[in-house]
């Protein structure tokens, strides 16, 4: 087995105006404010550094009434990650909050799934409530990036660097991929947005925007027989994964958590 990936989840954005019952399908009885957050996230290790997703720039959060709270490439510099020079960027899925900022990383090579191309690209778009989180700019600029050759279209699991795999889900869009790296505690799984919130997954209440919610379901066992505990694996959205893991340094709490170590309180 290779040597253990570090892995950060770097928070840049917040949705303050969501409600508990907008995050489960049917609703929630205890309804009340519910904030979402928005992450992109780095591993790196012997095998090279990743970045999966890319997240929204100041532009779209005005678009979209979200909170921008830092650049994403101020984030991954605060990691020592200087965004124009990373080699592989993971695009969980198209949606706005995750498939943006496509300047930040002119020389990447992008990974991403056949059947999500084939979805924000063909008839599932002439439907309004499919498209409405894609966000035409991104679409066009990742089809430009097919014909200019950096995209690598996986069609299914693959293994992308050793001790780093990408897995296709589904649900929540019809190409959405999750991320499984090897880590000093094992297996983790980045779920992006197979699981919004750590509700979703451990009571069985998928999040509203779906494509499919039985594959959204049967996405939340998969997450779990991948990762080497419960706990391994990371929600898309929550507000807790700040909570539950250390900060990167003091001065990044709030905004960056190292997810590979202990959990914040463990013996």
């Given at each position: ?7 950060y ?24 404010p519910?904030p ?36 994403v ?10 965004p ?17 900022n ?7 090579r992008?990974?991403?799934q ?14 309004a409530?499919?498209r409405h ?15 200019g050759?950096?995209v ?7 293994e992308?660097?050793p001790?780093?795999?990408l ?5 929540h869009?019809a ?5 499984r790296?090897?880590t000093?505690?094992g297996?983790?799984?980045?779920a992006?947005d197979a699981a919004?919130l750590?509700?979703?997954?451990d ?15 049967e996405?939340h ?9 419960d ?7 929550d ?5 539950r893991?250390?900060a990167a ?10 997810l590979?170590a202990d ?5």
């Amino acid at each position: 087995m290779t040597a253990p990936y570090e892995v950060y989840a770097i928070r840049y954005a917040r949705h303050e105006g969501r409600t508990a019952a907008q995050n489960f399908v049917g609703g929630d009885p205890h309804d009340g404010p519910a904030p979402l957050d928005y992450f992109v996230w780095l591993a790196r290790g012997e095998a090279g550094t990743f970045v999966i997703d890319t997240g929204f720039d100041a532009a779209a959060a005005a678009e979209r009434g979200r909170r921008l709270l830092a650049p994403v490439g101020d984030g991954l510099r605060a990691l020592g990650v200087e965004p124009a020079a990373v080699a592989d960027v993971i695009v969980t899925h198209m949606h706005y909050d995750h498939a943006g900022n496509h300047q930040l990383f002119p020389a990447a090579r992008y990974h991403l799934q056949d059947a999500e191309m084939a979805f924000c690209t063909g008839r599932p778009m002439t439907h309004a409530a499919l498209r409405h989180a894609y966000s035409p700019p991104d679409v066009m600029e990742m089809v430009a990036k097919v014909f200019g050759g950096r995209v690598d279209i996986h069609a299914g699991d693959a293994e992308l660097a050793p001790g780093l795999s990408l897995h296709l889900i589904g649900g929540h869009t019809a190409g959405l991929q999750a991320v499984r790296v090897w880590t000093r505690r094992g297996w983790l799984v980045l779920a992006s947005d197979a699981a919004h919130l750590y509700a979703n997954i451990d009571e069985g209440r998928p999040f509203p925007i779906v494509h499919d919610v039985a594959a959204m379901l049967e996405g939340h066992r998969t997450l779990k027989a991948l990762a080497s505990a419960d706990e391994l694996v990371i929600p898309g959205h929550d507000p807790q994964v700040l909570a539950r893991f250390p900060a990167a340094r003091p001065e990044l709490a709030g905004q960056v958590a190292r997810l590979d170590a202990d959990p914040v309180g463990a013996e």
